[in-house]
Each structure stands twice: as structure tokens, then as C-alpha cells.
């Protein structure tokens, strides 16, 4: 039988708590270890979902809530963990199950973890399989659980265009949706397109243009990435298309020596998803031990110590 092995990856995000007042000079609050022990038991006493409950079906699609389980207190300022995010909204049919309804959730494991920084924030980091994943799930569910004295804030960890000068791009992946008109040709992409360019040869010009002309961009408002992806493909003669028509753009880049996909436009809330380099088991899904400990390295070398100044 034949396997798919998807890219496995993790995005990081953090919790701020902010005191509950409608003053401008608004006072940050920081969660203390009582409170990161306080979540601790709630997530590890988490009910069992009733998935056939009308309501908490609704909280599934909605993502107010995701299921939580294996949780585990890594140290005290570190809790490992799976949730599963919900999927549905459309019938598909499955070579083993039939048709399979709209209404109907699917629900996938991902790994989580949790840190408390020393500066009193709770960061979270969460893991996709491809495309798949449920930050704003987690992040609600976890919210849920926390004592909070305040108002908490969700922010989400995004390299900046500096982190990626050394970058050295290959190939460049555009998504698009709607209707684009090819400028070569009279063919229509009526739902959807992919289309990608690459380096052909040493002293082409394409990393320096990509660099200019796409990564320095990357922390700019949406609109202005969208902007800036359509304008390389206008200018290369590849389709005409219009800014909102551009869906996903990755590029390609061999950075301090190693592969690496740099994601132009992030799904989860803008955050930079970091490649955890683990394997398969036999249902698909990446390896338990070894996700956990990639995740735990992520969170170390590139998020604490960006974050904060360690």
C-alpha cells in the first residue's frame, strides 16, 4: 500500500494577560505558576467530549472547544499534550466508509505544548500534519481552563524578513483560486491553480530577485504580500491575476545549509510554521516521542531564546 507522508510542523503562539479596565495605560499581568498549575489539572481532568451531543457538536465546528488528552507535566513551566481539531462541512465520499454526511466531524490528534516564560507569559505551541491543524481551537480551549484575573490576549510568533537575508531561494509556489486568464494562452482557472518558478541557473538573478521583490515583504500587512506576489507573476508573464485571486505562496530556500519552506502567507493567525524533522507511524500520523521532543526543541532554540533574551 502506498504512503503519504506530510510535512510535519509546528507554529507558536503566546497568551498575554492584561488587567480588566478600559483605561489606555492598560497594566500587564503576569501568569504566575500557581495559575500554569491551576491549568495543569483542568486540561488533565478534561471530560471525555460526548460527540453525540448536539451542542457539543456545535462547539466542535465552531472550534470553542477541541478535545484534550495524554497530558503531561514535563517540568513545572512545560505541559506536553494531544488535542484533536475538528473537520466538516462537506460530504466526500471513502473507499471504506461510503459517503460520509456534511454535517458530520472528523476529528484529527495533534500535539500541543505549553510553556510558562519567566516573564509571565504562556506560550503555545501547536502542531499541523500538512495542511491539517487547529490553533484557534486549542487556543480557546486553553483560555477556558486558565484562572484569569484579566483580559488575555493571543499573539502568534512570526520571523522577520531579517531572520530569512541569508536565504538563498529555489523555487517559488503560488496558489491560486477563482478565475485567473493565463497571459500565454487563453486558458481559464476556474477553481484553483498552482503555479511555480524556479532558479535555472547560477547567475540568473532569480535569488536576489525573490529576495527584493517577495521575502522582504514578509512582514507586511496581508494585502501588501498579496500585492507583491501578484506584480512577480504579472512581471514574469506567468498569469494575470488579481491580488485577492493569490490564496498561498511559499518559497523554496536553502537557509544555513538546510531545506526550508518559507510560507509567505501563514494560515495559523500569520505564525511561522517550523519544520520538525520526525517520522510516520502506520495510521499516518507523525511519531509520538519524537514529535514531542522536536517541539520541545523548537521551543528552546527558537522561540525562548528570541523571546526572551535567554
Known sequence: MATKNEAVTASFHFLTQYEDSDDQ?????????????????????????????ESTKDDLRFRSLVPIERVTQINSRTIHGVFKASYWGHAYENSDKGTIPADSISLRPFHF?????ETGKIYIGSQYLGPYGGYTG?????????????KIRASSFRLAS???????????????????????SS?????GAMVAFKKISKHDGFEEEVSRKLLDYIDRPKVEIKKAVASVLKENQLIDVEDEDIVDC???????????????LESGHFATRFALNVGHNKHGHPEFEPTK??????????????KEDV
Open 138 to 150: 486549542l487556543k480557546n480551549t486553553i483560555v477556558s481552563h486558565i484562572p484569569s484575573c484579566g
Open 187 to 191: 486558458n481559464i482557472f476556474a477553481r
Open 250 to 264: 511559499s518559497i523554496v530556500a536553502m537557509l544555513d545549509g538546510k531545506r526550508k519552506v518559507i510560507h509567505m
Open 113 to 117: 505544548i505549553l510553556y510558562l516564560s
Open 25 to 53: 495605560n492598560v497594566r500587564k499581568i503576569k501568569f504566575s505558576q500557581s495559575d500554569f498549575a491551576s491549568l495543569l489539572t483542568a486540561l488533565q481532568s478534561c471530560p471525555k467530549i460526548d460527540i453525540k451531543d
Open 162 to 184: 531579517s531572520y530569512y537575508k541569508n536565504a538563498h531561494a529555489k523555487e517559488v509556489r503560488v496558489s491560486i483560486s477563482k478565475q485567473g486568464g493565463e497571459i500565454t
Open 293 to 306: 521532543s522536536e517541539m520541545l526543541r523548537v521551543l528552546e532554540n527558537e522561540i525562548i531564546a528570541r
